[in-house]
């Protein structure tokens, strides 16, 4: 108690430089960020289904209906090359059969993802945005998402599409009109 | 007929302003339902995780009866029970992250990156071991770390390898630790994380690179004890700072020591320092001149080490995708290479230009020319610092475990006859 060694002296040197840095590091106030995909920059190369680090992916497709077309010929639902308008297998684009077509009335459909079954692979969203109004996207469920230290696709992804951004302001949904529709 | 043409006619011409209107909107309008119908609620929910609190109190827990196993039991078997809880728990359950290994590169990018703050709970996996092994030494290496009790598990028939290449070996995690800082620093990707060898098998999935590297130290740790932690893990460089001056470390006999070897037989991972007894190998005189030798050959070694590393910064740079990218285009550009990778695929149809690709690639370049130069100097006084601390021969009358590497992984204990449990005591 009554004199301090060299390595005490130390011991609290090194306790105060940790600290000093610890309160540096986590500034106080700052929120928490997760991972999201920007959908205008995604270029749907697809590896998002294939470098998630859990499997099937944490990235989906999601589905803006306020921008959805309700086309009969849906470039994301069909194959470019396919024969007839149907359920077929072979008539569908999504490898996963992940996208439900179901009748509204007319000549419009609604098309709705199941979840369960989509890899995020983005195959439809490549569709939509080459044929439709580009209505579907892909996104990071957050209910799925591990949130990694260092996301696997972000380290992968070829346009920066991946990135952090603060709690509050996930999911980044897409509500605008596509890029390539503005003038 | 007619009626209906002009009807055509007038609704096109009526459209085609429409049409111009319509450009910010959408090529297909949603159409006006009669059905009344409405889309569905799209629902998006938020994260779903283990409370991260429970993973904080189960380190501390860990933590705690790691320490206590070792210095009070000091019983192997308890800490072995308690390391493949860790690796159940932190490896398979939790799959390895947040993991005390990577957090040192989240301390660093929020160092240097206001807009990425550090959560408390990385905040408390990357201090509670540290502050851990300030008094009891390495006893989150010894139990707690997912990836340090993967390889105590497959350290089966460890060999001794030559102490001179042990302590060469050792500088690597050094190197390690610069690269990864350096990388964090000039905003490059956190390397701790993406060449973390083991996470394959805890997600039980991964590229096969990952899993070959796995399979590889995990093979290799059979007859080398532990090569990830040796000769590695950069996190370890920080636990064994801080464990050089822990106040409670493990010490092998708790009563007199007899000289039997058997605790540096029993040490797999060359941690253990023997007797030094007799006489100095050289004189007090010499001894200092060697000293003084070695101190002055210090800066210019630094400084070689420094110049070394600037020369290689056009390799380290590539650790930036965007280096990587803009010799991709180049490449391209002149025609070497056939082909658009996905990465030139993107850039290309994006809005950047090559002009200004160039420029900030240049400026990445210009940083890493500096940060190479500042990872070179740390290299040199790094190698310096292990010379010196080589050429100082300590008097020792006993086998001690050397408090900078031991991972307190309790083996010592259980092949030493002076132990008042060991069974195998005959004389």
Redesign the interface.
């Known amino acids: 108690m009554s004199q301090v060694n060299r390595?005490d002296f130390?011991?609290v040197a090194?306790?105060a430089v940790?600290s000093g840095?610890?309160l540096?590091?986590?500034?106080p106030g700052?929120?928490?960020?997760?991972w999201q995909i920007d959908p205008a920059l995604c270029?749907q190369?697809g590896?998002c289904a294939t470098n998630c680090?859990?499997?099937p992916s944490a990235v989906k497709c999601?589905?803006?209906?306020?921008?959805?077309?309700?086309?009969d010929l849906c470039g994301a639902y069909l194959q470019p090359a396919a024969k007839t308008r149907d359920t077929g297998a072979e008539s569908q684009l999504c490898p996963m059969a992940a996208i439900q077509r179901t009748h509204?009335?007319?000549v419009?459909y609604?098309y709705?993802i199941d979840e369960e079954l989509c890899v995020g692979c983005g195959k439809c969203v490549k569709g939509c945005a080459m044929f439709?109004?580009?209505s579907l996207y892909l996104q990071v469920?957050?209910?799925?998402?591990?949130?990694?230290?260092?996301c696997?696709i972000a380290?992968e992804c070829?346009?920066g599409a991946m990135h952090?951004v603060p709690l509050s302001e996930s999911?980044l949904?897409k509500t605008d009109?596509?890029p390539e529709?503005?003038? | 007929m007619r009626r209906y043409y002009s009807t055509l006619l007038v609704s096109l011409l009526v459209l085609i302003p429409a049409v111009h209107a319509q450009d910010g909107a959408f090529r297909f309008p949603m159409p006006e339902f009669e059905s009344g119908y409405h889309h569905p609620e799209q629902v998006f929910p938020g994260a779903d995780l283990t409370n991260p609190r429970v993973d904080v109190l189960v380190l501390a827990v860990v933590l705690a009866l790691s320490a206590w196993f070792v210095l009070r039991r000091r019983n192997r078997r308890e800490l072995l029970a308690l390391t493949v809880f860790s690796l159940v728990y932190f490896g398979f359950w939790r799959q390895g992250c947040v993991c005390s290994v990577g957090s040192l590169q989240n301390i660093a990018a929020s160092l240097v990156d206001p807009t990425f703050p550090v959560p408390w709970v990385v905040l408390l996996f990357f201090l509670l071991p540290l502050i851990a092994a300030l008094f009891f030494g390495r006893v989150f290496c010894a139990a707690a770390c997912p990836l340090g009790a993967i390889q105590e598990l497959f350290t089966l028939w460890p060999l001794q390898l030559p102490r001179p290449l042990d302590r060469v070996l050792r500088l690597f995690p050094y190197l390690y630790l610069g690269l990864a800082l350096l990388s964090v620093f000039l905003d490059s990707g956190f390397l701790i994380c993406a060449y973390d060898p083991f996470i394959g098998f805890f997600r039980q999935g991964g590229s096969f690179n990952m899993l070959l590297a796995g399979a590889l130290l995990l093979t290799a740790g059979i007859f080398i004890g532990r090569p990830y932690c040796r000769y590695l893990c950069p996190y370890g460089v920080l636990l064994s700072w801080m464990s050089t001056f822990s106040k409670w470390h493990l010490r092998i006999p708790e009563k007199a020591c007899i000289q039997c070897k058997l605790c540096e037989e029993a040490c797999p991972y060359g941690a253990i320092d023997f007797p030094v007894t007799e006489a100095a190998p050289l004189t007090r005189h010499a001894g200092a001149r060697q000293l003084m030798l070695f101190t002055v050959l210090t800066p210019l070694v630094i400084l070689l080490c420094a110049w070394i590393g600037m020369m290689s910064h056009v390799y380290l740079a590539r650790i930036h995708s965007d280096i990587r990218l803009t010799e991709r285009i180049l490449a391209e550009e002149r025609g070497e290479v056939e082909g658009m990778t996905i990465e030139s695929e993107a850039f290309r149809s994006g809005n950047t230009t090559i002009p200004a690709l160039l420029e900030s690639a240049g400026k990445i370049q210009e940083q890493y020319k500096r940060g190479s130069a500042w990872l070179g100097a740390f290299m040199g006084l790094v190698i310096m610092v292990m010379i010196i601390r080589l050429s100082l021969v300590r008097h020792r009358v006993d086998y001690e475990a050397n408090k900078t590497h031991c991972v307190s992984c309790a083996r010592c204990f259980a092949y030493c006859p002076v132990e008042e449990e060991a069974g195998c005591v005959t004389q």
Do not use: F, M, W
């Open positions: 390595r130390l011991r090194a306790v940790g840095v610890a540096k590091a986590s500034q700052a929120e928490a960020t997760v270029v190369c590896r680090v859990i499997n999601v589905h803006s209906y306020p921008i959805c077309g309700y086309c509204i009335e007319g419009y609604q709705t439709g109004n580009g469920k957050r209910d799925l998402c591990v949130n990694c230290n260092d696997a380290r070829p346009s952090r999911y949904l009109p596509p529709a503005q003038g």
